[in-house]
């Protein structure tokens, strides 16, 4: 699987670490899974014990006085001691008696006044007993508590040290979870800046950040949670079987049949989950983009009363998304945690029911110690297989949302190049270049111009005429589908996009300004941009006049898109950017159509600055801004249908006639 092996390969860059959690997480195991065996010899071997063969001996180290002679267990002689008379302590139900003579074989047990019997298999055998009252039993017991102390305490120490790795395995994993996420979210951060602008024609800005931040998230889970437990649970597993190995083949044997279980589990239950999760994921998505524009479209909202249909739109999203959250919730409850605990239930009262009877008989096959130790580990077979099963639905979660990060990550970048080249003199080339958006629907045909070193070319026409286009293939934003562009004789395609974009600088209508300060944004945190750099470029744009009344001067705070500041205000910010960059190209794309009067006249004196020694590039609506321009080309449906200075269009009485004339009328009935 696609998915899985990229995660994989992620989880690959961290080994080390994810290494010694595992190491961590097998001691766990391994000192947890020894507990039972620990329980199993102190009820056997100690409390249980006591049934073992006695033998008559000196008074010394484990022996027990009783009836004026002092007995020791079989269990606790050396090699050098000599055994004296053998002698049994059997318990009757609650009852435990003292027979002072080799018991010939084991049975059912009856007791009647100061007579045992013991039946097996038409075998009858009887003996006069003592019955012990509860001190004399505890001297018997004497010997054992010492051992069974340090059993407990040997216990603990496992429950101590279990705890302490389980705790550096979940430490260590967690770790590596966040390293692996961060380092993902940087990737997909990093490769975004790197996608083509046609990538984001089609794709909302909330969508994009919600694999960004939800899906990398969920992806978090899948490394914290699911992949944790997988581990362990997988290991416990493992452990408990070859436990159970060593305890009873039989048993082991039979628990294998959890395994095909789980796996046919797995199987239903993505058959759905997929399904459910592709939609929830794609549903977050859509919200989160809704909820984007709506908030940067709030002042339309508002003013056009469109309140109550932009609720409906975003209910009808939430609605879908709480439907299959719920579907979601009903295949859950159906295949988690209900039925393995149904599960777990039913194996544990099958084998309490089968082996328990037996352990109560004095024919046992298994014993007390045993059934506790199996018990126990079958519990705790179940238990990680429980934990296994209710991971399904962030295991489903956490894998749509990696298949929809790594669709991102697939996507075709453009190669980051730390090259640099000379400062361009500034001749650009536009030969017979043809160019769509989408495939066979051309928005430019056969375009021709050409643009000398500190020339200015201003493109005209209506909107939708083609300008902005030209200026986007100018950037490589896109390229060309016919035809090329060359700067200084070089074409524009054998450039990397970064290299070929050192010497350009582009004022767009609608500035951006990022979250910081005005010398930030003027800079873009440049290192070869210095303070004074900003500092006279927003003085030669005029700005220095326009943000005068700034406290903080250049240092004066930014909020996001720069709301606090008026638009003539963000826009001479955004001249003084392409200025401090010392541009060869210049590109002003409307930049006036957005400023008043006032401000417009600034940026006009700063203009006849900006443009000596630079080849600037003008796309204006306002025709009386360019009446000075070298070249004005005229844009009509893709095509330059005039071209020549000012006067020439005007006395060729064309298209560029019409607008100027249009124009000119309008302000004039405004004026009036």
Same mark, same amino acid.
């Given at each position: 699987m696609k998915v899985v092996k990229k995660l994989y390969q992620y989880a690959t860059l961290y080994k080390s670490i994810i290494i010694a959690a595992l190491i961590m997480l097998s001691i766990s195991v391994a000192a947890d899974l020894t507990g039972p065996f620990v329980a199993k010899r102190i009820i056997d071997h100690h409390i249980l014990g006591i049934e073992s063969k006695w033998y008559q001996i000196e008074k010394g180290k484990d022996t027990v006085s009783f009836q004026g002679e002092s007995y020791k267990r079989d269990e606790y002689f050396s090699d050098n001691e000599k055994k004296g008379k053998e002698a049994r302590i059997l318990q009757v139900g609650r009852r435990f008696v003292f027979v002072d003579q080799p018991v010939s074989f084991d049975g059912s047990r009856k007791l009647s006044g100061d007579t045992l019997t013991i039946t097996k298999e038409g075998e009858k055998a009887s003996y006069k007993i003592s019955v012990l009252q509860r001190r004399e039993l505890m001297r018997f017991y004497q010997p054992e508590i010492s051992r069974i102390l340090t059993l407990v305490f040997a216990y603990f120490g496992l429950v101590v040290i279990s705890s302490i790795f389980q705790y550096g395995q979940r430490f260590y994993l967690q770790k590596a979870a966040n390293r692996i996420v961060q380092r993902m979210r940087t990737d997909v951060f990093e490769h975004i800046s790197r996608l083509s602008i046609r990538y984001f024609d089609n794709l909302p800005a909330g969508k994009v950040v919600a694999r960004i931040t939800n899906d990398t998230e969920a992806i978090r889970e899948l490394y914290v949670t699911v992949l944790a437990n997988f581990f362990s649970s997988t290991m416990?597993?493992?452990?408990?079987? /070859?436990?159970?190995?060593?305890?009873? &083949?039989?048993?082991? +044997?039979?628990?294998?049949?959890?395994? &095909?279980?789980?796996? $046919?589990? %797995?199987?239903?239950?993505?058959?759905?989950? +997929?399904?459910?999760?592709?939609?929830?994921?794609?549903?977050?998505?859509?919200?989160?983009?809704?909820?984007?524009?709506?908030? =940067?479209?709030?002042?339309?909202?508002?003013?056009?009363?469109?309140?109550?249909?932009?609720?409906?739109?975003?209910?009808?999203?939430?609605?879908?998304?709480?439907?299959?959250?719920?579907?979601?919730?009903?295949?859950? +409850?159906?295949?988690?945690?209900?039925? $393995?605990?149904?599960?777990?239930?039913? *194996?544990? *009262?099958?084998?309490?029911?089968?082996?328990?009877? =037996?352990?109560? %008989?004095?024919? +046992?096959?298994?014993?007390?110690?045993?059934?506790?130790?199996?018990?126990?580990? /079958?519990?705790?077979?179940?238990? &990680?297989?429980?934990? /296994?099963?209710n991971q399904f639905a962030n295991l489903e979660q956490a894998l749509v949302a990696g298949e929809r990060v790594f669709s991102l990550l697939d996507e075709p970048s453009v190669p980051v190049s730390d090259g640099s080249i000379p400062r361009y003199k500034g001749n650009v080339e536009f030969n017979h270049v043809s160019f769509g958006y989408k495939k066979d629907k051309y928005v430019l045909k056969d375009i021709t111009l050409s643009a000398k070193q500190g020339e200015t070319v201003a493109l005209v026409g209506h909107t939708g005429s083609g300008k902005s286009s030209i200026m986007n293939l100018l950037f490589r934003f896109y390229d060309c589908n016919e035809g090329s562009i060359t700067i200084d004789g070089m074409d524009i395609k054998n450039i990397p996009h970064q290299t070929l974009r050192e010497h350009m600088g582009i004022v767009l209508q609608d500035p951006y300004l990022f979250t910081g300060t005005i010398a930030s944004n003027i800079g873009l945190e440049n290192e070869k941009i210095s303070r004074e750099m900003i500092e006279k470029a927003l003085k030669d744009v005029g700005g220095d006049q326009v943000l005068s009344h700034l406290e903080e001067g250049v240092d004066s705070p930014v909020i996001e898109k720069g709301s606090t500041l008026s638009s003539g205000q963000r826009q001479l910010i955004s001249f003084a950017r392409a200025l401090a960059f010392n541009p060869a190209i210049l590109i002003l794309d409307e930049a006036t159509s957005s400023i008043d009067t006032e401000t417009e006249a600034i940026i006009q004196e700063a203009m006849e600055v900006l443009k000596k020694g630079r080849t600037t590039f003008i796309i204006a609506h306002r025709l009386s801004t360019i009446k000075n321009a070298d070249q004005i080309l005229v844009l009509d449906r893709g095509q330059i249908v005039e071209r020549g200075s000012h006067n020439e269009l005007m006395a060729l009485k064309g298209k560029y006639y019409q607008m100027y004339e249009l124009q000119q009328g309008q302000q004039k009935g405004l004026a009036g």
């Open positions: 416990n597993i493992i452990g408990i079987i /070859i436990a159970l190995y060593i305890l009873n &083949p039989k048993i082991a +044997s039979i628990s294998l049949l959890l395994i &095909p279980i789980l796996i $046919i589990w %797995t199987i239903f239950y993505r058959k759905f989950a +997929s399904k459910y999760n592709q939609i929830i994921r794609a549903r977050v998505s859509d919200i989160n983009g809704m909820i984007n524009e709506s908030i =940067q479209g709030m002042t339309v909202i508002q003013a056009f009363r469109r309140e109550n249909e932009t609720k409906e739109s975003f209910e009808k999203l939430n609605q879908e998304h709480f439907s299959y959250q719920n579907k979601m919730l009903n295949l859950n +409850s159906l295949t988690s945690y209900n039925l $393995i605990s149904v599960l777990k239930n039913i *194996c544990l *009262c099958a084998f309490i029911w089968y082996f328990g009877g =037996q352990s109560l %008989t004095a024919s +046992s096959a298994i014993s007390l110690g045993m059934l506790y130790a199996v018990v126990d580990f /079958i519990n705790r077979l179940l238990y &990680p297989a429980q934990a /296994i099963v």
